[in-house]
């Protein structure tokens, strides 16, 4: 829920719709104004929840927004957005699958600023399906965009940084690595990929100044929940917290690990989850009758 929100606006939202434009331009925030003036975010898969929310709030504190994504319209309606906020913003109806139109992307963000500070591989997406009846097609895809795109992004990023000796910082959005989800077995394997590259590149790229975070993402208030069986529901708040996180919860973790404040960190998952990997259930076709436990 918005913070600050009263109790009638709270029983009347519904769960599943995140916050609103409007909130996100006002929701309040622990950092300072100004935190990235005159520096670049990159955010690919912008025009959707969370990545609204991280752009809207790396743009809030002064940061300049590269947004890319598949739908030309919302990107549109992104920059619009963005720029009647006085935040500078540079969109690109792309796919993250294309090692050529990705590299064309990092040339664009090199032509018009000359630098990029902040990576954030947020595009990505799954569908939910019997493990047997995943097929070649949805299973690749599936790897295609969360794994190679984000390896494609990450690599041509880091390509850049190292010709110029410029230091740069990459935020992976993942899954958390110790629960596993029945009915996304694609999504797991991509992610988990993304943490065990992620881990290996922080290494590597260290003494470029280049760190390597990945953000573990519980279960978010968010329209694409809807795409969930009825079924899938009971588990959403299945957490300590017992409730769904927002968008804004991701966008100020991002934010704390790319800045200053997160300087002395790489190789790290940062999970924001209410608690979820520590106990709780999610069941993304509902949970089976062989997992229910009656007490």
């Known amino acids: 829920m918005t913070r600050g929100a009263s109790e009638d606006e709270m029983s009347e939202r519904d769960p599943y719709a995140g916050l609103t434009d409007e909130e996100l331009e006002r929701i309040p925030t622990v950092f300072r104004d100004g935190l990235f003036a005159g520096q670049v975010v990159l955010v690919s898969g912008g025009a959707g ?5 991280l752009c809207c709030l790396f743009g809030r504190l002064g ?9 030309a319209g919302k990107l549109a309606g992104l920059e619009a957005w963005l720029g009647r906020l006085g935040i500078p913003c540079l969109t690109r109806a792309m796919t993250i699958r294309d090692p050529a139109q990705v590299a064309g992307l990092m040339d664009a963000v090199w032509e018009r600023h000359g630098r990029l500070d902040v990576l954030i591989n947020n595009a990505g997406g799954q569908f939910a399906a019997p493990a047997l009846s995943i097929t070649p097609k949805g299973w690749n895809a599936v790897i295609d965009t969360n794994l190679n795109g984000t390896w494609y992004m990450t690599q041509e990023a880091g390509r850049r940084w190292i010709e110029r000796k410029q230091a740069g910082s990459v935020l992976n959005m993942v899954v958390p690595p110790q629960q596993v989800g029945v009915g996304i077995p694609h999504t797991v394997a991509a992610r988990a990929g993304q943490v065990a590259f992620s881990r290996s590149l922080c290494l590597e790229w260290a003494p470029h100044g280049i760190r390597i975070n990945c953000v573990a993402l519980g279960t978010l208030a968010s329209p694409g929940l809807e795409k969930y069986p009825v079924t899938a529901r009971p588990s959403f708040a299945h957490n300590p917290l017992r409730r769904l996180g927002d968008v804004h919860d991701v966008a100020q973790a991002c934010v704390y690990l790319a800045a200053p404040s997160g300087k ?3 190789g790290e998952v940062l999970t924001v989850d209410g608690g979820w990997q520590v106990w709780g259930d999610f069941w993304p076709l509902g949970k089976p009758d062989y997992f229910k436990i009656e007490e």
């Open 49 to 53: 929840g969370i990545g609204r929310a």
């Open 264 to 266: 002395f960190i790489t």
């Open 63 to 71: 940061a300049s927004i590269v947004a890319c994504g598949r739908d």
